[in-house]
């Protein structure tokens, strides 16, 4: 109550309008008391690590501008007292408008989810948007009224470290997923304490970055941008998602900052757009070492001509928009729109009621030791978990193993766990591999540990003591992959083999004998052709997040049947990219038997095809297809054809199935991939039991961008696939679309 009378102390002088009435009478009764440099000011966001340190390195200038009303928007600031503390100066500004904390809450705020790539290969909604609840949940007791998440960026290249952020190659499971994730973070509607506004990036196409590198330029057709990069932008404002942040690229020459094609006519205006969009970190002045802009003030006018709300420490519009306006530079109705929809958002959470709401320090303490999150975390883990191979059913790990050698650099690592983008890594909070196993297996199993050599370098020093160890024990658990740090922000890699000594080590471990189980950590598809070729069975586990330890146990003991599929295509060389099952073209030669590659489209030192799928995923069990029945032979635009089969466990245990749909339009007016994603279902069942499954098709899914970027469905015949993996289709029809 205190706090309320508080809150409405400070908030009357500047808003006439009362609670009751509309929000966008609010905003305008607010607008019209503000000076040129005070809405400049809502645009304005800055970083404020410092402004919660000790008091002797806080930055002063950055307070004293907060105080006068200069920024709109902190990041970084976490915490319920820090952001109450920092609340407390905004709200000393001449109008008292109140910050809005943001954060990269990417895959959970304390408690530390699976690496969104990973979710991803759960291909389950439920599941993914679980995950950003609790992120959201967490987040917001700690103050953060807004996370730059998800990444929705299609990422078809695994040497771009930021791979590990989407979800992954496709542009129909990201669009599912985007949407899963918008609705995980704000819920239905902004407004309650457990659910935080979500931002929609990088708006667009920085997926497809020249090279895997990072920041660096996207050159693409506008049928590819509309077709495969946009899809998923477009969930997450339909989902409702409160932001939009454009990016470090250029589009076409273009920097996505500094674009209007994306921003203004895209964004808002065929897609209405009702939310606001934030620069990348100081993206609107590096339009100026791009060679786009001639200096930050020509930056700072590009950028809000363009469609840039809000200003991510470039501190260009906090220097030099104002001037613009007053020199006639810059639109003072561009700027007021900018505002208007930072302010809109600031209502929608409810910081004008009370700008306090979020930073409350019992609720806090409460949310964030809640075991909940943390079972959660287990669940997830164990779904995003993808097996990739089990010769002679090598996992789960048999009974009769009374003696088991944990080995590799990863099997005691906490950190590593986590993967990158936390906002701390509490390794008192991380069950590492070996520990989460030794609570499973109890003492009815020896356990043994070797480390055998670093994931970087090449000192073999360890592996004679790895031999031993394995050599002692009745199978080995061979832990392998990247470090936390090799994938993320500014992570691109030109080599993608699994680094250092680790398949050397796999391969002298091999030669004991004894059944070697990887498990293979990572944030981005990795090249292992030999463990492919040779290892018993291989678990990819990426960065599973805290409860990782405990979710491998569950997976590697039987406790849980894995059914993850893989949504990138893991290649078998570098120079294979790009390997995505969507780019992949009939071309005028194709390899139409395996090793014709003469004259034919392919490689003479790889085949054409991935090592590992997009789609693919191992169970316990064991799935039949059968019985596909095609409701119709022909169908008009206006009605929809449904795809019927079985789907049955034929194996020994109970098992999910991802069942997925494909299409292929064989002829048409620009050259088709081999296959698209259209659906998918995933499914439960029993040991021998059976279910009938239906998917629709209508005219959108037999659409594509033409040449005039129209999205046309053109008469003629469909190819209608269904299967476990893009490259395992177990059925399939046709269906002829009637003109
Ligand atoms: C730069 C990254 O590209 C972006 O994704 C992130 O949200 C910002 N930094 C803020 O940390």
Redesign the pocket.
């Known amino acids: 109550m205190k706090r309320l009378l508080f809150a409405a102390f400070f908030l009357a002088p500047c808003l006439p309008a009362r609670a009751q009435q509309p929000v966008e009478q609010r905003i305008t009764a607010l607008l019209q008391q503000m000076t040129l440099e005070e809405k400049v000011g809502q645009l304005n966001q800055y ?1 404020g690590r410092e402004l919660t340190g000790p008091a002797s390195t806080r930055k002063t200038d950055q307070l004293n501008a907060i105080r006068s009303g200069q920024v709109g928007s902190m ?2 600031v976490r915490g319920a007292a820090n952001t109450r503390a920092i609340q407390a100066e905004a709200l000393k500004s001449r109008l008292h408008i109140p910050l809005l904390f943001s954060l ?1 809450v990417v895959h959970g705020y304390k408690t530390v989810f699976p690496i969104p790539l990973a979710e991803a290969a759960s291909w389950d909604l439920a599941a993914i948007r679980l995950s950003a609840h609790v992120a959201a949940k967490e987040a917001a007791a700690a103050g953060i009224h807004w996370t ?1 998440a998800p ?1 929705v960026d299609v990422g078809r290249d695994p040497r771009w470290g ?1 791979v590990m ?1 989407g979800a992954g190659e496709d542009t129909y499971l990201g669009a599912q997923i985007a949407r899963a994730r918008v609705l995980g973070f704000q819920g239905e509607k902004l407004g309650g304490t457990d659910a935080i506004m979500a ?1 929609a ?2 708006f667009a196409a920085y997926g497809a970055a020249l090279a895997g590198r990072d920041y660096n330029a996207v050159d693409m057709s506008l049928q590819q941008l509309w077709e495969v990069y946009l899809p998923p932008f477009r969930a997450a404002a339909d989902a409702g998602v409160a932001t939009f ?1 454009n ?2 690229n250029t589009l076409n020459g273009v920097p996505a900052t500094g674009n209007t094609y994306l921003q203004r006519d895209i964004l808002k205006g065929q897609w209405q757009y009702p939310g606001f969009v934030v620069s ?2 100081g993206s609107i002045g590096e339009m100026v070492p791009w060679g786009y802009a001639a200096n930050k003030a020509d930056a700072a006018q590009k950028a809000l001509a363009a469609g840039s709300d809000m200003d ?1 420490e470039s501190d260009a519009y906090h220097t030099h928009l104002a001037q613009l306006v007053k020199d006639g530079k810059a639109d003072m109705s561009l700027l007021d729109d900018a505002v208007r929809r930072i302010l809109r958002k600031k209502f929608e959470l409810g910081l004008f009621d009370d700008p306090y709401r979020f930073s409350n320090e019992k609720r806090e303490k409460q949310v964030l030791n809640d075991p909940q999150n943390r079972q959660a975390a287990r669940q997830v883990a164990r779904q995003s978990m993808v097996l990739l191979k089990n010769d002679r059913q090598a996992l789960p790990l048999h009974r009769a193993w009374s003696r088991l050698a944990v080995i590799g650099p990863l099997a005691k690592s906490k950190r590593d766990l986590d993967g990158s983008w936390v906002p701390d890594a509490d390794t008192t909070l991380i069950t590492s591999i070996y520990d989460g196993l030794a609570q499973r297996l109890g003492s009815k199993t020896q356990l043994s540990y070797a480390k055998g050599c670093d994931v970087l370098g090449d000192s073999r020093a360890g592996f004679a003591a790895a031999v031993e160890t394995a050599q002692k024990a009745d199978a080995v658990v061979l832990t392998v992959g990247e470090t936390w740090d090799m994938t993320g ?1 500014a992570k691109s890699r030109t080599d993608i083999r699994l680094p250092g000594v680790q398949e050397e080590l796999f391969l002298a471990l091999k030669a004991t004998g004894k059944p070697i189980i990887v498990v293979m950590l990572g944030g981005r598809p990795l090249i292992f052709n030999t463990i492919a070729d040779q290892a018993d069975a291989i678990l990819l586990a990426w960065w599973p997040g805290a409860e990782g330890g405990h979710a491998l146990a569950d997976v590697l003991s039987g406790d849980y049947n894995p059914a993850g599929k893989l949504p990138s295509s893991f290649p078998r060389a570098v120079g294979q990219l790009p390997i995505a099952y969507n780019q992949q073209y009939n071309t005028g030669r194709p390899v139409t038997r395996p090793g014709d590659t003469r004259y034919k489209s392919a490689y003479i030192d790889a085949p054409n095809t991935p090592r590992y799928a997009f789609g693919y995923g191992l169970s316990y069990t064991t799935f039949q297809y059968s019985e596909l029945k095609i409701s119709r032979p022909q169908l008009t635009a206006a009605e929809t054809v449904q795809v019927q089969f079985t789907l049955t466990n034929t194996g020994p245990v109970a098992g999910e199935e991802v069942a997925q749909l494909y299409l292929r339009d064989p002829v048409a007016s620009l050259v088709r991939p081999l296959k698209e994603l259209k659906d998918f279902q995933k499914v439960l069942l029993k040991p021998g039991e059976s279910k009938t499954l239906t998917f629709t098709v209508g005219k959108d899914k037999l659409s594509f961008y033409n040449q005039q970027l129209a999205w046309v469905a053109e008469p003629g015949e469909f190819q209608l696939l269904v299967g476990s993996a893009s490259d395992d289709i177990r059925l399939s029809g046709k269906v002829e679309l009637l003109p």
């Open positions: 970083s990041l970084n990269d730059f990444m930021r952020e931002c990036k990088h942040m990016s470090f990348d970190w991510m922000e």
